[in-house]
């Protein structure tokens, strides 16, 4: 088979099928040479609990991203507060632990290159510094035409899966385009020093919630109307900076250089530019991409070929979903080469898992469309964030988790739990949005914590679970059970005037017996809307176990982080 592209889509999908199917040969032709270069080479450095499943587990990187890369501490919001040039009054929800659930910060430069020495040492066929030309599809087999060294050559396979990233080779060739409805653009680059956001202010109230290196650790995001800006951490004491908005609020001419970019965040996140300057002979690199998100038409065929990662669609960068969309597509690819090899037909399955990654991507989107509007409102936003996670996790990774995507006998047994938690999903963004039209109440100086809210903890403590398919069932219509009776608080919530415009179906009425012991979802949506709406009520009793948990997790976490102050990664 020939795999178009060896960055992270396409080395992954490698190693995956050199797992499960030693004898298949694989060509993987990639238009880059190695080693590509560190720190600044691509985006997309951070991963979340899906795509980190997926590394650690499915590819058997766990201790190679232990020891090379770093370790998350979560997602890490700080929304609007005056000028924005004090951090101490932005509004923050974050983890206040290292989370159980593992997830990364990545060099892509240092990953790729390991990722394809690996690979060429699986005896995988590797052709770097070589361009596709074309790819024409046969009965039996396809032919690959590419460029090397000034000469053209041909590789004949059975399966081609285009993995070339944003230029989209199959997608372009066979006019696959289809408009994902988001117009959005993002600027990066990254500094060759440490910035350390929980160096910003020594007030000790601020500084005393989180542990010294936690902020650091995390993929921080500024949030204001319409963008949010990210402070990712890169292995050697290295830093990722990035400004992403909405079309409709911002314009990319007024940030496409150095310059133009550092105005910007004068004007928009004084003290995040304030910090950067001290650094600004460290800055490596300058990208700019403009209407980043996009989608496809098809992505799988009966005719063995796929697209995979951005060659196929890319969603947002906000929640980083786009190495899960690796996760999720590689999966179902290896599915699919398996069988044929076997000597089944793949016809529908390739339609089946089509629709169901497509489902998958047009759910995602709609995170999006319309929302980074919400960014700069911080009670609502965190309060979209909690539902988003419970989205992610309750249905989401826990079925990734279990290995269960290219199961096509299961997802069809529980499809109606992937259906209702999209379309109650939607109805969401819906309300939140217009909730958000009805006005901004802001407030200053919260701090939510994660552990705080017994809804997530519950859902990603459950990720932790081994569990048959009795009871994975069992687990899912449950946690839809769990977003509906959330969905009832914040709908509650949300007020008369919200409800009269939104009109929440009655399909998704609450079941009447919660059954959830330990979760006070009415204390929950509170908390995560800092106040605003009401003052949080009632007892947030921990069961023991998740005592005996927190005990491990402050264990781990004073470990990890006195072990990169060893490799000098902390402040």
């Known amino acids: ?183 959005a653009s993002a600027v990066w680059f990254r500094i060759d020093a440490l910035i350390a956001i929980d160096t910003w202010s020594r007030r000790a109230d601020w500084a005393g919630r989180v542990r010294m290196g936690l902020r650091r650790l995390s993929t921080n995001h500024f949030m204001g109307p319409g963008y949010w800006v990210w402070f990712i951490p890169l292995p050697g004491r290295r830093t990722s900076v990035g400004i992403v908005f909405d079309d409709s609020f911002h314009d990319i001419r007024t940030m496409n250089t150095t310059e133009k970019a550092m105005a910007w965040l004068e004007t928009h996140e004084p003290q995040c530019a304030a910090f950067i300057s001290r650094k600004i002979d460290k800055i490596m690199d300058f990208r700019v991409i403009t209407g980043y998100s996009h989608s496809s038409r098809q992505v799988f065929s009966k005719d063995r070929w796929a697209l995979t990662g951005e060659a196929g669609v890319f969603a947002d960068p906000f929640y980083s979903p786009g190495s899960d969309f690796i996760a999720m597509g590689n999966t179902l690819i290896t599915r699919m080469i398996i069988d044929d090899r076997q000597g089944e037909s793949i016809a529908l399955k390739a339609k089946a898992f089509q629709d169901l990654y497509m489902g998958m991507y047009d759910g995602f989107m709609k995170l999006y469309q319309d929302q980074y509007r919400i960014m700069g409102n911080g009670p609502l936003m965190t309060l979209k964030i909690g539902w988003d996670w419970a989205v992610y996790w309750g249905v989401y990774t826990l079925l990734f988790m279990h290995a269960k995507y290219d199961d096509l006998r299961y997802m069809r047994s529980v499809m109606d739990v992937i259906r209702n938690s999209r379309l109650i999903n939607d109805q969401m963004q819906r309300l939140i949005n217009t909730w958000d039209r009805h006005g901004n109440a802001n407030v200053e100086r919260r701090f939510v914590p994660f552990k ?83 003052e949080a009520v009632g007892e947030d009793t921990l069961a023991e176990d998740l005592t005996e948990l927190e005990k491990k997790l402050v264990s781990h976490t004073i470990k990890q982080l006195k072990r990169y102050e060893q490799r000098g990664e902390m402040p």
């Open 452 to 534: 705080d809210i017994s809804f997530l903890r519950h859902l990603v403590l459950g990720l932790d679970e081994r569990l048959d398919d009795v009871r994975l069932t069992a687990k899912l219509r449950e946690n839809y059970d769990l977003l509906c009776l959330l969905a009832d608080e914040i709908v509650d919530l949300a007020g008369p005037e919200v409800r009269a415009e939104v009109k929440w179906p009655a399909k998704f009425k609450p079941p009447a017996d919660t059954g959830f012991n330990n979760v006070n979802l009415n204390r929950d949506v509170r908390i995560l809307s800092m106040g605003v709406f009401g």
């Open 1 to 183: 088979m020939a795999i178009l592209g060896g960055g992270l889509a396409g080395a992954t999908l490698a190693r995956q099928l050199q797992f499960v199917e030693p004898p298949l040969r694989i060509a993987v032709i990639e238009k880059h040479t190695f080693p590509a270069p560190d720190a600044a080479f691509k985006v997309g450095e951070s991963s979340v609990e899906l795509a980190a499943n997926y590394l650690e587990h499915t590819l058997k990187l766990k201790d190679y991203l232990g020891k090379h890369h770093l370790l998350k501490a979560g997602l890490r919001f700080f929304y609007p507060a005056g000028d924005n040039s004090d951090i101490t009054r932005r509004s923050e929800f974050g983890v206040s632990l290292l989370p159980p659930a593992a997830s990364y910060q990545i060099d892509r430069g240092a990953f790729e290159n390991a990722l394809w020495e690996k690979n060429m040492a699986a005896g995988i066929d590797g052709f770097a510094g070589c361009a596709v030309r074309d790819v024409s599809f046969g009965r039996s087999s396809h032919t690959v035409t590419y460029a090397a060294n000034g000469s053209t050559h041909e590789l004949d396979a059975r399966w081609v899966v285009d993995a070339t990233g944003r230029a989209g080779f199959l997608r372009r060739k066979l006019k696959l385009q289809r408009d994902a409805r988001h117009n």
